[in-house]
């Protein structure tokens, strides 16, 4: 750990600051945060609850009159400044609230407090900037800077930064008490997740797997500033899984499996699931032969040792991109009059699983996208793809034939699309009506692989030119992407569906523009979420019917989140985005939406 010296770092300080002296915060201890579910009013960590829940016992904003919800304070937030090859960062992050103060990132990793007590406006009480090399963040991450949010722990804001550190802010002040690095730069790992603090812990992990890292998580000792441990997510030569990588060149090396969203916890097993990202290369799966673990996988650690005491891998050897970073749903439910300890993932693959969460015993698989070809199904004993062969080694799986792409050059068309389903956006289980909401994206993709590079990143940055050669058969990476898709799915839509947790089974669907940004779920009946069009809605938790929309003016990536302070219910969501090209092309007035990067808080 190290203390930052007389003018390293800065803190701007703005906003009304002659008013008063911010107001103490007590401190966010390690109780807290297991009993964060009584704060009924905050919402102090990422999913709200070690349970990656997303849901909020409030319940004044409801059904009967969510339609006069109104914005009742806004702030304008940095970020929208040029960096690297993009115009502007995006905003994806969950607004951490805390009696009446607000604790926001903007996708240039800026921290903001923000004090919302008076219910009618939000102002600034500080700004921290980490004053990162843009070019680099702008370069390492896969799909523009972004950052998903801050921790909390005692007195401090806990950020991990694209750059590749763990910081520690005063709640107070904004001033940097400390920071360490946890990531590499020179094999361009980056940060995008919120970190999970649990203990005296914060456990995060690194970015990168289009680059050929070796991906990890790390927990941060934040007594010590020292790493207490470090767990890969592709394993070593003689650790279990590296059996799975069965080519003759070490491409474990560079396997990938990447980290971008905030893992869930379990206090009675003391586990905590983290979802695991793409192989690398990301498309070629002929160069890696074998099932790659632990890409595409859910895995549950031990939170004193960091030991993978279960794990389920969707995808095996997978040629689609279909990262598996998402969050699981820890959920405590009857099923046939018994009761179950349920982690529940929503995969991108297009089907929803279920497991017990203290042996990973699989229990169901069922389809919840609205296409799905890369398989024919789930095998219901095993979990695996039912086109998935398990005799073939030291070659590719071969899945649906015309669904993986090949060496040579024919082209791939799958669905779901190689962004799901549902990617990281977060999904959110309602306690009332025991059913779970997630966001997908419904459509398909088509690529052919294309030798040479670092992907369709090649040459784009100067930080690239000494990766191009990490694989030594080249990288293949897509060359065409929403092209010569299956018509019913030319033009992609979004949707969200309620899903029964007990069995997998999707018991409600609502189409939407786009692609919705993460779910929302509150006591009220309802479910809120917002979308790349820049509309932000909220749907009766039942129907799925449409109760209430407003369109806020530029894009949305992050999804909402709701707090109460002084007896008052409020939703906040951050918004800034650019609409997607494929939202611009079927919706020609999106096509001069600008990206704005603001706080909208509603209220009734």
């Known amino acids: 750990m190290r203390s930052p010296t007389k003018g390293l770092l800065g803190v701007m300080a703005v906003g009304l600051l002659a008013l008063a002296l911010p107001v103490q915060a007590a401190d966010v201890t390690p109780k807290r945060l297991l009993n964060a579910d009584r704060e009924v009013g905050n919402w102090i960590m ?18 009967s009159n969510v339609g006069d919800l109104q914005v009742v304070a806004t702030s304008m937030l940095a970020g929208i400044q040029a960096g690297g090859r993009y115009k502007y960062a995006v905003l994806e992050g969950t607004p951490i609230a805390e009696d009446g103060f607000l604790y926001v990132t903007d996708g240039w990793n800026n921290v903001y407090k923000i004090d919302v007590r008076s219910g009618d406006r939000a102002t600034i009480v500080w700004r921290w900037d980490p004053e990162q090399d843009k070019d680099y963040v702008a370069s390492s991450g896969c799909c523009q800077a ?12 806990i950020q991990s930064t694209m750059d590749g550190r763990m910081v520690g802010l005063n709640k107070d002040t904004g001033e940097l008490v400390w920071e360490v690095k946890t990531a590499d730069n020179e094999l361009m790992e980056s940060h995008t997740g919120a970190p999970l603090v649990i203990g005296d812990i914060a456990i995060n992990g690194v970015t990168g797997a289009e680059y050929g890292i070796r991906g990890h998580l790390d927990a941060i000792d934040l007594n010590t500033g020292q790493i207490k441990w470090t767990t890969y997510t592709i394993p070593a030569p003689g650790e279990p899984g590296n059996e799975t990588w069965e080519d003759k060149y070490d491409a474990w090396k560079t396997g990938g499996g990447s980290i971008w969203q905030t893992g869930s916890y379990d206090p009675a097993l003391n586990l905590t699931y983290w979802g695991v990202g793409n192989p690398s290369p990301q498309f070629d799966s002929e160069y890696r032969p074998g099932d790659n673990l632990y890409t595409e996988s859910t895995i549950a650690l ?24 998402g969050e699981a749903q820890l959920i405590d439910i009857q099923i046939g009059g018994e009761d179950r300890n349920l982690a529940v993932k929503v995969a991108r693959n297009g089907f929803t699983y279920g497991f017990d969460r203290a042996n990973g015993q699989f229990l169901y698989a069922v389809q919840y996208a609205e296409v799905v070809n890369w398989t024919t199904g789930i095998d219901q004993k095993t979990g695996r793809p039912l086109s998935y062969d398990p005799n073939i080694r030291g ?6 034939p015309g669904t993986p792409g090949r060496r040579d050059g024919r082209l791939s068309v799958f669905c779901p699309h190689l962004g799901g389903g549902k990617n990281w956006q977060p999904a959110a289980y309602n306690r009332d009506t025991q059913l779970l909401y997630t966001s997908s994206l419904e459509a398909c993709s088509a690529y052919t692989t294309t030798v040479g590079g670092v992907g369709h990143w090649a040459d784009k940055g100067n930080k690239l030119g000494t990766l191009k050669n990490r694989h030594p058969a080249g990288w293949r990476g897509r060359e065409s992407v929403d092209r010569n898709t299956p018509k019913p799915l030319m033009d992609s839509r979004g949707s969200v569906t309620a899903i029964d947790p007990r069995t997998g089974t999707p018991v409600a669907k609502v189409m939407t523009r786009s692609r919705p940004s993460g779910i929302l779920t509150t006591a009220g009946g309802l479910v809120f979420s917002a979308d790349d069009t820049g509309d932000v809605y909220a749907l009766d938790a039942n129907t799925l019917e449409t109760l209430w929309t407003r369109n806020l003016g530029t894009g949305i990536a992050a999804p909402p989140m709701s707090y109460s302070y002084g007896g008052k219910q409020y939703i906040a969501v951050l918004v800034g985005k650019a609409p997607g090209s494929t939202t611009r092309r079927q919706y020609p007035e999106t096509a001069h939406i600008q990206a704005t990067n603001m706080l909208f808080v509603f209220a009734l």
């Open 46 to 63: 990422h999913h709200r609850t070690f349970d990656g829940q997303r849901y909020s016992p409030l319940s004044q904003i409801n059904k």
């Open 395 to 400: 070659e590719a799986q071969g899945y649906v």
């Open 146 to 157: 972004r950052n998903r949010g801050v921790a909390l722990w005692g007195d401090q804001v």
């Open 302 to 325: 031990d939170v004193d040792t960091g030991e993978i005491k279960w794990h389920f891998q969707y995808t095996p050897n997978d040629p689609y991109d279909y990262d598996e970073v």
